[in-house]
């Protein structure tokens, strides 16, 4: 790390975007698509709102871990900014990409019906509601979707990523991040034990968090510039 690297008044300036700056632009643009409700479906004006609140949510704990030693947290949040990220740009880029990630939902719930049955089965019970859940994730498929059944092959971030063009960054930011977010051996061996390095090392996590978060922002605000 750099001597010249001033983690204290990176610190100040990190939470100061978090705390005050983004928030505000965020719950402006929230208005651009209020405003634009009568030139969108409603199933897209709502994921775009989602979409917004989600940064947002995303921003608020990252400022939490700068409270704290919490050097996996600030990586995680900031790695959730760069799959933010990508899903923004993915449903900028078309309405079937929008719709693709609109239905992701019914089958992320089918996903979670599914590990259970099967973190049941290794315990060796039955889950009992694996069939009732099954009904109503069918049941919405058709009420929403207009479908009759829908599978659990969700769109992967990496494939989504790749389809906007921004492959190369997410793999490299995710790689990165991955390390501190993840217990890594380099994690659980070595930098958990460093504790004079862990302020630097969070710091940078923070920074990159705080910088996706800003391109969040700018693909949003790409987003809502687009709208017919």
């Known amino acids: 790390m750099s001597a010249a690297y001033d983690v204290d008044r990176a610190l100040q300036l990190n939470r100061e975007r978090l705390r005050t700056v983004i928030p505000k632009r965020l719950q402006e643009l929230r208005g651009g698509i209020d405003s634009s409700r009568d030139r969108l479906e409603a199933w897209r004006a709502d994921l775009f709102i989602k979409m917004l609140l989600s940064v947002d949510r995303v921003c608020h704990d990252l ?22 990220l990508v899903w923004i740009k993915y449903c900028s880029a078309s309405r079937a990409n929008a719709w693709r990630f609109h239905e992701d939902a019914l089958r992320d719930a089918l996903g979670l019906t599914e590990s259970l049955s099967k973190m049941c089965e290794l315990a060796g019970v ?24 829908i599978d659990s092959n969700y769109e992967r971030v990496s494939n989504a ?9 997410y793999n ?17 061996i070595g930098i958990m034990h460093q504790t004079g390095n862990l302020g630097d090392f969070q710091s940078v996590c923070t920074t990159d968090g705080v910088y996706l978060a800003g391109q969040c922002v700018i693909a949003l605000e790409q987003m809502i510039a687009a709208i017919p």
């Open 63 to 84: 400022l939490q871990t700068t409270e704290q030693e919490a050097l996996p947290a600030a990586a995680w949040n900031a790695r959730n900014l760069l799959e933010l």
């Open 126 to 149: 039955k889950n009992e509601f694996e069939a009732s859940a099954r009904k109503k994730v069918d049941d919405l498929a058709l009420e929403k979707l207009g479908v009759k059944s």
């Open 161 to 169: 990523a790749k389809c906007v063009g921004l492959d190369d960054l």
């Open 172 to 188: 490299a930011w995710n790689k990165h991040l991955s390390k501190f977010a993840h217990p890594t051996a380099l994690l659980v």
